[in-house]
């Protein structure tokens, strides 16, 4: 079974500075997907960026950008730039490879709280 | 824009009774998924739907959960009978994946926070 672990419950940053929210996780499988997911305190979760394992080039969405490192099976999700909507829970997510009855489901980490302060 | 439907948005009820949570996908979605979330276990999938048949329930308890999708536009979750233990936010997801596709992107409700006393 896949596990994730995110190492950091809170975070704290100043509005306008760059933050590293840690992710690792354990899987025998060699293809997989990798994603963080934010949520904010009205608890919509929203996708904030998405990797492919097979792919070497880190994803990045605007401020966001994740440094994956597979042999170290380590996914951390920089944010440049920090605003203060950017205030809330971050999740770490992983999902298997299209086959079988799991494929599409997320395991998700026990989240960070991450906390802009102006 | 499309998003995820779940009612209720809070739910009080008393342990014993019956609890229904209600989740409309996404328009078009054929993949729908029930997480919980609670402080001590975080995020765990309850149920899974592909083209509204159940392909993955083994997260849930099932001498008193249940899940159904009476038709493409619902689906439901039901508790019967409810504990105080069950007290958590209860979220609905949905995607759409084609055969052998990864579901690109999740939609995630907002959710039902479910308190039982």
């Known amino acids: 079974a896949q596990t994730v672990t995110q190492s950091q419950p809170e975070m704290s940053v100043q509005e306008a500075e760059t933050v590293t929210l840690s992710c690792t996780y354990d899987?025998?499988?060699?293809?997989?997907?990798l994603f963080w997911y934010k949520q904010p305190p009205s608890r919509q979760m929203i996708l904030v960026i998405r990797?492919?394992?097979?792919?070497?080039q880190n994803a990045t969405e605007n401020r966001f950008s994740v440094n994956f490192q597979k042999a170290a099976k380590s996914f951390s999700l920089k944010i440049s730039d920090s605003q203060l909507g950017d205030t809330a829970m971050y999740f770490c997510?992983?999902?298997?490879?299209?086959?079988?009855?799991?494929?599409?489901?997320?395991?998700f980490g026990q989240g960070t709280i991450l906390t802009v302060h102006p | 824009d499309a998003r995820v439907t779940q009612t209720p948005r809070h739910k009080v009820t008393e342990m014993g009774q019956e609890v229904t949570m209600r989740c409309q996908p996404i328009?078009?979605?054929?993949?729908v998924f029930w997480y919980r979330q609670t402080m001590m276990q975080g995020l765990e999938l309850l149920a899974y739907?592909?083209?509204?048949?159940?392909?993955?329930d083994s997260g849930m308890p099932k001498d008193r959960f249940s899940a159904e999708m009476p038709d493409a536009t619902l689906a439901t979750l039901k508790i019967q009978p409810s504990e105080p233990r069950d007290s958590a936010v209860y979220f609905c997801?949905?995607?759409?994946?084609?055969?052998?596709?990864?579901?690109?992107?999740?939609?995630f409700g907002s959710g039902t926070q479910l308190s039982v006393l």
């Open positions: 328009l078009g979605h054929n993949t």
């Open positions: 739907f592909r083209n509204r048949a159940p392909l993955d």
């Open positions: 990797q492919e394992a097979y792919k070497q």
């Open positions: 997510a992983f999902m298997k490879p299209p086959g079988g009855t799991s494929y599409g489901k997320l395991t």
């Open positions: 997801a949905s995607g759409l994946a084609h055969s052998g596709q990864l579901v690109e992107k999740l939609f």
């Open positions: 899987t025998s499988e060699s293809n997989y997907y």
